[in-house]
């Protein structure tokens, strides 16, 4: 089944310690996006990608870090600089920016 | 940039009634509306969506209104059962490459 994945489901993180959290999808999709989601709120953007090789900075892209090496994979590193780092995290892909989104089932980071 | 309000942010109805949820944008260049239902610990999956040259979309159980001069759309579930309970975001994108600004969420409840 095509669909976006994201691992790990939850993942722990020591002071001064940079995790990198996993979005694969085989949607063939161009455009990635990744969101942050704290209780009660929205999704807040924190990078998004267009093509291969190329990503920009959303609303809150301070503290994290994002590479896209490969059309199916946009993996996002919360850096020991991001100093409240404990959230859900989603992952996104689309076809094209006037088609729908499609989610993974999130990865959540805590700290230790 | 855009603003997305959601209204209510928690709602609870009685299994068979009616819900209905009410969302506010502030760019009149918004063309695209997505509906959103998330689950407890997973992602968004979209409910239905529309575009601003319609004017009321249905499927099933659910409808979208939009208003364009007010600018506001809103999310209508008719005979709610139980596992329509979850958190519902609303969207607007103007179809720039970061696409989507969310709503704040609201939490459905159905009563059985």
């Known amino acids: 089944d095509g669909g976006i994945t994201q691992s790990p489901k939850y993942l722990f993180r020591k002071e001064g310690q940079n995790v990198t959290l996993s979005c694969e999808q085989n949607l063939n999709h161009d455009a990635m996006y990744w969101y942050r989601q704290d209780p009660g709120q929205g999704l807040r953007l924190i990078y998004y990608s267009q093509i291969v090789n190329d990503f920009q900075k959303g609303d809150i892209a301070e503290g994290y870090s994002v590479s896209r090496e490969k059309k199916e994979s946009f993996p996002l590193t919360v850096t020991s600089a991001q100093k409240n780092p404990t959230a859900f995290y989603l992952c996104a892909s689309t076809l094209t920016v006037t088609q729908p989104q499609h989610f993974g089932d999130g990865t959540r980071l805590s700290i230790l | ?112």
């Open chain 2, 1 to 112: 940039g855009e603003n997305v309000e959601q209204h209510p942010s928690t709602l609870s109805v009685q299994e068979g009634d009616s819900a209905v949820i009410k969302c506010t944008y502030s760019d009149s260049a918004s063309n695209y509306f997505p509906w959103y239902k998330q689950e407890l610990g997973k992602g968004p999956q979209l409910i239905i969506d529309i575009r601003s040259n319609v004017g009321e979309k249905k499927d099933q159980r659910i409808a979208v209104t939009l208003n364009k001069t007010a600018k506001h759309f809103s999310l209508h579930i008719t005979e709610t059962q139980p596992e329509d309970s979850a958190v519902y975001f609303c969207a607007a994108s103007t179809g720039s490459a970061r696409q989507l600004t969310f709503g704040s969420g609201t939490q459905l409840t159905v009563l059985p």
